[in-house]
């Protein structure tokens, strides 16, 4: 049973930042897609950054990309989201997801990920 938690979201002001990690356990995840995505209330859940476990190449996200860095440790199976220049509008739920369908563009959406941390909520203040 392979499970993900996901820690380190709180209240930042905007301009500061923030590291998440992402804990995974019950498992082999050297094949594995990792990815981070967030849902704000009333929106649709969307892509923020993914990395392979095995290459480390990642994609990230256009309205993150200067901003935000993906990483894993694969020592101790976890992934980080390394999160500087926080907006207002980066306020949302953030979810930790794995996936072993293998590498590729379809990493970037939510649907083909099929084991889910509990969210950690990060508010980005003005």
């Known amino acids: 049973q392979v499970q993900l938690v996901e820690s380190g979201g709180g209240l930042v002001q905007a301009g500061g930042s923030l590291r998440l990690s992402c804990a995974a356990s019950?498992?082999?995840?050297?094949?594995?897609?990792m990815g981070w995505f967030r849902q704000a209330p009333g929106k649709e859940r969307e892509f923020v950054a993914a990395?392979?476990?095995?290459?480390?190449?990642?994609y990230r996200a256009d309205s993150v990309k200067g901003r935000f860095t993906i990483s894993r440790d694969n020592a101790k199976n976890t992934v980080y989201l390394q999160m500087n220049s926080l907006k207002p509008e980066d306020t949302a739920v953030y979810y930790c997801?794995?996936?072993?369908?293998?590498?590729?563009?379809?990493?970037?959406?939510?649907?083909?990920?099929?084991?889910w941390g509990q969210g950690t909520l990060v508010t980005v203040s003005s």
């Open positions: 990395i392979s476990w095995s290459s480390g190449n990642t």
């Open positions: 019950g498992g082999t995840f050297s094949s594995y897609a």
């Open positions: 997801a794995a996936s072993a369908t293998g590498w590729g563009p379809w990493v970037q959406e939510f649907r083909n990920f099929e084991v």
